[in-house]
């Protein structure tokens, strides 16, 4: 069989050669059959996968890794075992059983894209790349991932593992982020994903990117794609993908104020959008610099809620790394002396009462730390 092309895109660049695209797809499919993982949402060989979980597990997997998901997924499932459970759900349950995951932004785009589900698709998961793609939250890359896994659809991925792989074989040497290199990984992807098994195929990819051809020292010599690998029969493993040089995450300070009173502590809501949005914290300042005093910090507190409290305490600072800063978490303990809280400034609580207050990561580590 002649080396496939990719199809050229009109005004881009050249198509990329991809080599022998059967020989490819039946060497990964191959590979799959023998080496895939046992997942919780995977269904097993010759069964039906449930569109749902696949669902669910694509959102917890953006930016996390399997063994982190697994044990979320599962309690997940356990509590919204539909997607009309889910759609029935209030985002406080749903923000807790995500509690810990982060980019919790996936959390209320998951929940949101079951309510479509139930209200304009009769609570079927849809089974085309267009009907996936209008549901909050989905882009190509989701979008793609379900229709193929759950229903076999002819539709091809992308995501870091795929992107990876695809680099290395077929020997993209231009930076993996740009506009233009995307569009290529994208045509290949289109080109290389077969009518047949097209979901185990994307699966296969995207392990083969996690198991064996990883950023760092890729396992060439068990790899089913060697004889096929432009990148290893040039010698060039070690230097792509190219990654593009990112922006220095930008670093900022954040005060968080245990107030405590009578043994327990002050919590309040975030604002409903924004970073952590209606989830729960201690009373934390934001537009303070790293020089903020105790007495700055008994004003601001004064002002929000009206309570007086005693000179706070700077007991720790740890960081808490999101992709585009890094944030400094200063830590200040103090009791509440006098005033009232006014309505609907927050709420007292014990720390060992939190179960249904949804709580960021830091905000987590800083209640582990007053403990
Ligand atoms: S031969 Fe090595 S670099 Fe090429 S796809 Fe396989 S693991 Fe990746």
């Known amino acids: 069989m002649p080396p496939t092309k990719a199809p050229p895109e009109p005004g881009h660049a050249p198509a990329v050669r991809i080599g022998n695209a059967a020989t490819i797809r039946r060497r990964l499919l191959a590979w799959f059959d023998k080496h895939r993982r046992d997942l919780p949402w995977r269904a097993k060989p010759g069964k039906t996968p449930n569109a749902y979980h696949v669902l669910v597990s694509e959102a917890m997997l953006q930016q996390t890794q399997v063994a982190t998901v697994i044990p979320y997924f599962t309690r997940f499932i356990t509590a919204c075992p539909t997607v009309q459970a889910l759609a029935k759900a209030d985002e406080q349950t749903v923000l807790r059983l995500w509690q810990g995951l982060g980019y919790y932004r996936r959390a209320r785009n998951l929940h949101a894209a079951a309510q479509t589900i139930v209200n304009d698709h009769a609570g079927r998961v849809p089974d085309n790349v267009p009907d996936l793609l209008s549901l909050p939250g989905v882009g190509r890359y989701t979008a793609g991932a379900i229709a193929s896994i759950a229903y076999d659809t002819r539709a091809p991925i992308l995501d870091g593992n795929v992107a990876r792989v695809l680099s290395r074989l077929c020997l993209i040497d231009s930076p993996i982020d740009a506009t233009d290199t995307r569009k290529r990984l ?34 060439c010599k068990s790899c089913p ?95 808490h790394q999101t992709t585009h800063r890094t944030i400094r978490f200063h830590l200040w303990q103090s009791t509440a002396t006098a005033g009232r809280l006014r309505p609907n400034t927050g709420i007292w609580r014990g720390v060992t009462d939190l179960d249904d207050l949804p709580l960021p990561n830091p905000q987590r580590k800083a209640v582990a730390i007053i403990k």
């Open 186 to 219: 994208w045509s290949l992807a289109e080109a290389l994903v077969p009518p047949g098994r097209p979901g185990d195929y994307n699966q296969a990819m995207m392990e083969l990117g996690a198991l064996v051809c990883a950023k760092a020292n890729p396992s």
């Open 225 to 319: 794609l060697s004889k096929q690998c432009q990148a290893l029969q040039a010698g060039r493993v070690a230097e792509v993908p190219i990654s593009a040089k990112r922006k220095a995450p930008v670093g900022v300070d954040h005060h968080i104020l245990a107030v405590c009173r009578r043994g327990r502590v002050l919590f309040e809501q975030r604002p409903a959008d924004g970073l952590w949005s209606n989830m729960w914290q201690l009373p934390t300042a934001e537009d303070f610099n790293d020089a903020a005093s105790p007495s700055s910090l008994q004003d601001w507190l004064q002002t929000r809620s009206g309570l007086t409290i005693s000179d706070p305490t700077k007991i720790e600072t740890f960081t």
